[in-house]
């Protein structure tokens, strides 16, 4: 199953994002690709950031977040929209075309 989902950067903050993810936490590497996240991209068109995976299983909602993804929440918080757990504001996107 493909996700997808938009979230917004506040204005002057794309270059610290990206560097930031190029930077990534080795530890939350390893986190997402234990939830079986493959294939995950992230994309900036101005200041709106569209990111994707693939992943074989529903992502679980229900349980608690683990404190690496929140640690990374904080770290990014300067950057982009957030509520107010410090999550990003995150709104699911439609499919409406797809080619194999």
């Known amino acids: 199953m493909r996700y997808a989902w938009a979230m917004k ?4 903050e794309a270059e610290a994002y990206r560097e930031k993810h190029d930077e990534i936490w080795p530890e ?5 690709k ?3 996240v493959q294939n995950f991209y992230i994309y900036r068109h101005g200041l709106t ?9 529903p992502p679980d909602r229900t349980s608690e977040r683990p404190e690496i993804r929140q640690r ?3 770290w990014m918080a300067p950057h982009m929209e957030t509520n107010e757990d410090l999550s990003p504001v995150a709104e699911e996107v439609e499919e409406m075309f797809h080619l194999d």
Do not use: M
Request: aromatic share 16%; charged share 30%.
């Open 34 to 36: 234990s939830e079986g």
């Open 49 to 57: 950031l569209f990111a994707t995976y693939d992943r074989d299983t």
């Open 72 to 74: 990374w929440f904080e």
């Open 9 to 12: 950067l506040r204005p002057g």
């Open 28 to 32: 939350l590497v390893e986190l997402i």
